[in-house]
């Protein structure tokens, strides 16, 4: 979090550690204006203590033990004869619906297991006072957690934590599963690479399990589990751990010690600022989830049953090809599989994938009856004279590995007029119509070459492309980003007119994945 006298909301998060692997909160996202605090109002309710919730603390956080963590859920196999198979996964056994669906929406799940103390602090009144008069942000990412919360609250009861860890993603990236920071922690948990790397989570140029949502849903419960442990028990110091790092925790807490000052979250004094409003910041969403009347807030209503399942194929799957069979918009899609940073599953696996719970018996049928070489699709390149593994895979801003790995190549020679197949949804197709047919518009310079542009103050993607006349989805496609990740002062990205790679668009869909 930025320095200063007050915290800033931010649409995706920072980190404050380096040497402590451990994810962490808040930092601008590319494509957005950031939101900035309002001058606190004195007269808050946080002088009211909502109802019902623990006795006020400054001590250690009083917690029931973690129960063991349950087995994985049951899977669903539909058989696609002898060489195919689809798992699908549900979120509970079938025919048998667990207790938990009984709450009828998931506000009142939530509620039914905070247990955390509440903390009698001026930042906590200061963070429920900009809840409260950003109702826009807080809208925004309500709407936002209708896709995952009824899944992360499922895997925090399972494991017996409190639940006030369900709403921490709002906190550390407010639900956005792109949500990149200035450190480079990314997804709904904002893991940074090497914690990720710690708790199991693939990495690599077609997937990023850190903004799996299953995946980093898993891993972030067991790294909050273990700082747990590492803290006796005492939740107030394990969810700062996860701000600002184990290590650095048990440094302040030792300061404290070597002082004579009392160890619990709200005494310690080197802390740093983002870590000091961090616990302040998760109880105030929980003071007001907790009892949003009495904040003059109504939330958005989120059934207390399951928005997505699990599919697994046995081999690579494109999420156009999904998009298809669901009749989803492949944006909509990816937002429930933000992983596959390539839209499309890792050639080496895994080739599982989320789809809405009433989207399932669709999918497992028509992939069922699809020949594995029509669930990617493909465009051919035919080779030339002077091209090469790395002048191809630049052409179509894929990796030379892709190229190999499509086409089953141990070396790097080619042929005159050898044809080589590329997946679209690693790249985007130079020059060509769409995968939906829509013809390309294209936009030139002089040069027809890339343009060079370096971010300035103040600019994001979303500015950029309106200044060149293209999509922002163009922009980050052509420079291997995300549309929401963060842009640094001073990079510079390709903007391709003219003879380069084409700006591609098409009505009413602008994509080449669906």
């Known amino acids: 979090m930025p320095d200063g006298s007050t915290p800033t ?10 040497k402590d692997t451990a994810p962490t909160a808040s930092a601008t996202r590319a494509d957005t204006t950031v939101a900035t605090n309002p001058t606190p109002v004195a007269a808050s309710p946080n002088s009211k203590t909502p109802a019902p919730r623990p006795e006020s603390t400054s001590g250690a956080s009083a917690s029931a033990p973690i129960a063991a963590v349950e087995p994985s859920p049951t899977t669903m196999v539909a058989s696609t004869g002898a060489s195919e198979s689809i798992d699908e996964t549900v979120m509970f056994p079938v025919g048998e619906e667990p207790q938990s669906l009984a709450a009828p929406t998931i506000w009142v799940r939530i509620r039914s297991g905070l247990r955390l103390p509440a903390i009698d602090h001026a930042l906590t009144a200061q963070h429920e006072q900009w809840f409260i008069e950003n109702a826009e942000f807080r809208e925004a990412m309500f709407e936002r957690a209708k896709l995952y919360l009824y899944y992360i609250v499922e895997e925090v009861e399972k494991r017996g934590m409190p639940m006030e860890v369900a709403l921490l993603p709002a906190i550390e990236s407010a639900y956005k599963p792109y949500a990149y920071s200035r450190a480079r922690a990314s997804g709904l948990w904002q893991f940074i690479p090497s914690t990720g790397r710690l708790y199991g989570l693939k990495n690599n140029w077609w997937y990023d399990g850190r903004r799996d949502v299953v995946a980093s849903t898993r891993a972030a419960l067991d790294y909050l589990q273990k700082l747990q442990g590492d803290f006796n028990g005492d939740w107030q110091l394990a969810l700062a751990a996860y701000n600002a790092g184990e290590g650095r925790m048990m440094r302040a807490i030792e300061w404290n010690r070597r002082h004579g000052l009392p160890t619990d979250f709200v005494h310690l004094r080197q802390l740093k600022r983002e870590t000091k ?10 003071n007001i989830v907790a009892d949003p009347a009495r904040y003059g807030i109504q939330l958005p209503d989120i059934p207390n049953e399951p928005y997505f399942t699990r599919v697994e194929a046995d081999s690579q799957v494109d999420l156009g090809v999904i998009a298809r069979l669901t009749g989803m918009d492949v944006d909509d899609l990816h ?4 992983g596959y940073t390539r839209r499309a599953t890792d050639p080496n696996g895994p ?13 497992v049928t028509g992939l069922s009856e699809m020949p594995e070489k029509q669930r990617v699709q493909w465009l ?9 593994l790395f002048e191809i895979a630049r052409r179509y801003r894929v990796t030379v590995d892709v190229i190999k790995t499509s086409n089953n190549l141990r070396g790097n020679t080619l042929s005159i007029g050898q044809s080589l197949m590329l997946p679209i949804s690693a790249s985007v197709r130079p020059g060509a119509p769409t995968a939906t047919g829509a013809k390309p518009v294209r936009t030139t310079t002089k040069s027809g070459d890339a343009i060079i542009h370096r971010v300035r103050h103040g600019e994001t993607l979303s500015s950029i492309a309106r200044h060149y006349n293209v999509l922002v989805r163009q922009l980050a496609e052509w420079n291997l980003m995300s549309k929401d990740d963060v842009l640094q002062l001073g990079r510079k990205l390709k903007i391709w007119n003219g003879d380069g790679p084409q700006a591609l668009r098409h009505d009413p869909q602008p994509t080449v994945y669906a």
Not at 335 to 338: K, L, R, V
Request: proline share 7%.
């Open 335 to 338: 937002f429930i599989n933000p």
């Open 9 to 18: 909301f931010d649409d995706a998060t920072s980190k404050t550690n380096t």
């Open 277 to 286: 409003h961090y616990v302040p910041k998760l109880m105030a969403m929980v």
């Open 380 to 388: 051919h390149h035919e080779v030339h004279r002077g091209d090469t």
């Open 351 to 363: 080739h599982h994938f989320l789809v809405p719970v009433d989207k399932r018996d669709a999918v």
